[in-house]
């Protein structure tokens, strides 16, 4: 496997050489989640973090990574499964990803660049040499627009008041879970999750604002808990829509939900809580099944001993 911890640059651009330079055929393996989320220890997201940012692969001129052409995309799905061992169930995850790393890229070109130069003519004369001059003409033309200053600016806007910032840096609520996983072995809910990164690693809050939002989803939280150990079945399983967080921040929107990560919605999780009730039934008959077996093998040993008969006779 490549080594992610010496290819990656932290204190600069990430590019990945070992990854880049695997020989022919070698692919490196990939764990994914029962929700189709990258849970690795982040080889995978990099690396489409890398081919964002390949004026070979990847172009800036369009405004939309839904409006870049399905070509281009196969392409670079092509180049990315040649590093990694993929299934076809994974290219959307994939290509979101790269999506979601273009539109990172080209924001900090814009951080960058924009109030370096005074007149459009002169930020088209420099080019960042990571993309292809053309596509970078067409890209800073769109920054002198009326179209994207009004986006820029409603996004400044929202920004500003934003009272409840992660605290997860760049690792997903994903791999965040993931982790969580592998060292306490349960796997956390999303009301966990979101509670332990809107904090400080040493448990403050990041705000006045957000310690008042999150004492508020902690007491429901424990007023769920209580629920559960009083339960005869010692489980409460409580809807998405009715959960702590939802009650407190209000419904999850149609495309996000928030302390799950990337490319998770609300339907995707109540279709996957609708498979696991279908597949209980299920289950529950295999165990029964299971028991059943058992206990025929046990009165066939008894009989077998008893009457010094083989297994196969005591069976006709």
């Known amino acids: ?105 080209k924001h900090s070109l814009y951080v960058e660049y924009f109030n370096k130069y005074s007149t459009l003519a002169e930020l088209k004369a420099n080019p960042d040499s990571r993309t292809d001059p053309n596509q970078w003409g067409k890209l800073v033309e769109k920054w002198y627009s009326a179209q994207w200053q ?64 999150l004492e508020k989803i902690e007491q429901l939280l424990t007023v769920d808990e209580e629920k559960r150990e009083t339960s005869e079945a010692n489980e409460v399983i409580v809807p998405l829509k009715e959960d702590a967080i939802s009650k407190v921040l209000g419904p999850d929107k149609n495309g996000r939900v928030r302390g799950m990560g990337f490319k998770i919605s609300p339907k995707m999780l109540e279709k996957e809580a609708s498979e696991e009730q279908m597949n209980e039934p299920n289950k529950e008959l295999a165990q029964q099944v299971a028991i059943l077996t058992a206990q025929v093998k046990k009165l066939t040993d008894i009989v077998t001993r008893r009457d010094g008969a083989t297994e196969e006779e005591v069976a006709i």
């Open 150 to 213: 009004n986006k820029s600016e409603r996004g400044k806007d929202i920004r500003s008041h934003m009272k409840m910032p992660h605290t997860s840096g760049t690792i997903s609520y994903a791999r965040r879970a993931e982790a969580e996983f592998r060292k306490n072995g349960r796997r956390p809910n999303r009301i966990k999750i979101f509670l332990k990164y809107h904090k400080h690693k040493d448990g403050s809050h990041v705000s006045s604002e957000s310690a008042a939002t």
């Open 1 to 105: 496997m490549a080594n992610i911890e010496k290819s990656r640059n932290t204190r600069g651009r990430t590019i990945l050489p070992d990854i880049w330079g695997l020989d022919h055929g070698e692919k490196l393996t990939v764990k994914f989640n029962s929700l189709n989320q990258c849970v690795d220890d982040g080889e995978l997201e990099y690396f489409c973090g890398t081919v964002a940012r390949k004026k070979e692969l990847t172009p800036l001129e369009f405004s939309d990574w839904r409006k870049v052409p399905a070509t281009t995309k196969d392409k670079i799905w092509d180049v990315i499964k040649s590093k990694f061992d993929l299934t076809p169930n994974r290219k959307q995850w994939v290509l979101s990803e790269v999506g979601k790393c273009l539109r990172i890229f």
